[in-house]
């Protein structure tokens, strides 16, 4: 017999004996995949990190043989999809649709709340919105519940208490901007009604903070990153309507001091729509989108805005 075929139980026998290892499974990139619902109930699925649009989906034909979602012909009576709640543990997102596109004889509309899984985009619930409703109803997630709201029953908030926040005691009047963890982006009202005074208010340590040598801009150009730790402002020329003038200012939110500012011509004829986790931000014009990276990381945490016209419903997930 070969020596080789001699040898060959004692290399199996010493093999079998040799510890198991297991190459490590690469885990999914918080927030790196941006859902964007349109008017027309389409969803586009965005890579952040890549820069680029993956896939289309039209929720109108993804809910089985039901048809849950009106099929519009032209201009649309109103938005098909305006909210998109994500619950990220039960891999799903929310929406409220119309049973109908027209409205009845008094204006108003029936709504179904519509649930998708994520990334598949398969139907897996359908809830009754409400009847004869003037306003979608509003959906959110309470403790891993969805809650649907009638819209009487909510109402966004759109200043905040600040008399905590001052040694004094004093309340200045102001209006959120937009919010994320415990932070809240700030516009603050002052004696002198044409200069943009912005803080961020941490709700948490009761701390507010002015933000320095902010830019010439205006009010919607203004957004928290993520987590709060960061504002990032979109300068602007001056006069009555003020352009964009491509230059990005990134300010701390923990001193108020600038940090980071970039150039792109692209954005002047975009219009913004979210800063991810992975650093990009995310610039669009119907269904063409841009990406400035940033070149930093933030929480997967959602930014909130109490009045949310003229943004399309979006979320962040990690697949």
């Given at each position: 017999?070969?020596?080789?075929?001699?040898?060959?139980?004692?290399?199996?026998?010493?093999?079998?004996?040799?510890?198991?290892?297991?190459?490590?499974?690469?885990?999914?990139?918080?927030?790196?995949?941006?859902?964007?619902?349109?008017?027309?109930?389409?969803?586009?699925?965005?890579?952040?990190?890549?820069?680029?649009?993956?896939?289309?989906?039209?929720?109108?034909?993804?809910?089985?043989?039901?048809?849950?979602?009106?099929?519009?012909?032209?201009?649309?009576?109103?938005?098909?999809?305006?909210?998109?709640?994500?619950?990220?543990t039960a891999s799903t997102f929310s929406t409220v649709v119309p049973i109908s596109n027209?409205?009845?004889?008094?204006?108003?509309?029936?709504?179904?709340?519509?649930?998708?899984?994520?990334?598949?985009?398969?139907?897996?619930?359908?809830?009754?919105?409400?009847?004869?409703?003037?306003?979608?109803?509003?959906?959110?997630?309470?403790?891993?519940?969805?809650?649907?709201?009638?819209?009487?029953?909510?109402?966004?908030?759109?200043?905040?208490?600040?008399?905590?926040?001052?040694?004094?005691?004093?309340?200045?009047?102001?209006?959120?901007?937009?919010?994320?963890?415990?932070?809240v982006l700030l516009r603050l009202f002052t004696a002198d009604d044409k200069q943009l005074?912005?803080?961020?208010?941490?709700?948490?340590?009761?701390?507010l903070v002015r933000l320095q040598g902010v830019p010439t801009t205006v009010a919607p150009?203004?957004?928290?990153?993520?987590?709060?730790?960061?504002?990032?402002?979109?300068?602007?020329?001056?006069?009555?309507?003020?352009?964009?003038?491509?230059?990005?200012?990134?300010?701390?939110?923990?001193?108020?001091?600038?940090?980071?500012?970039?150039?792109?011509?692209?954005?002047?004829?975009?219009?913004?729509?979210?800063?991810?986790?992975?650093?990009?931000?995310?610039?669009?014009?119907?269904?063409?989108?841009?990406?400035?990276?940033?070149?930093?990381?933030?929480?997967?945490?959602?930014?909130?805005?109490?009045?949310?016209?003229?943004?399309?419903?979006?979320?962040?997930?990690?697949?």
């Open positions: 017999m070969p020596q080789y075929r001699r040898a060959l139980p004692v290399l199996l026998s010493f093999a079998l004996q040799l510890p198991v290892i297991c190459l490590p499974v690469q885990a999914a990139t918080p927030g790196r995949f941006l859902y964007v619902i349109s008017c027309d109930a389409r969803v586009d699925k965005l890579d952040t990190i890549t820069g680029r649009k993956m896939e289309t989906y039209d929720l109108a034909k993804r809910t089985g043989k039901e048809s849950l979602v009106p099929v519009v012909q032209g201009a649309l009576d109103s938005c098909l999809a305006s909210q998109a709640v994500y619950d990220r027209e409205p009845k004889a008094d204006g108003t509309k029936d709504y179904r709340v519509l649930s998708f899984s994520v990334p598949r985009m398969e139907l897996v619930n359908h809830l009754h919105g409400g009847e004869s409703l003037e306003a979608p109803p509003h959906l959110e997630l309470q403790s891993g519940t969805l809650k649907i709201l009638k819209p009487s029953d909510w109402m966004a908030q759109t200043s905040l208490d600040l008399s905590a926040y001052s040694p004094n005691k004093t309340q200045t009047p102001n209006q959120i901007l937009e919010s994320s963890g415990d932070r005074v912005l803080a961020v208010a941490d709700r948490r340590t009761q701390k150009n203004v957004h928290i990153v993520p987590g709060g730790g960061h504002v990032f402002i979109e300068e602007t020329g001056m006069g009555d309507k003020p352009e964009k003038t491509g230059r990005l200012v990134l300010f701390d939110a923990v001193t108020g001091k600038e940090q980071k500012e970039l150039n792109d011509s692209h954005i002047k004829d975009l219009y913004f729509l979210a800063v991810s986790p992975t650093g990009r931000v995310v610039y669009h014009s119907n269904d063409n989108y841009w990406f400035v990276h940033l070149k930093m990381k933030f929480p997967p945490a959602p930014v909130s805005r109490p009045i949310s016209k003229g943004y399309p419903a979006f979320f962040f997930a990690n697949e």
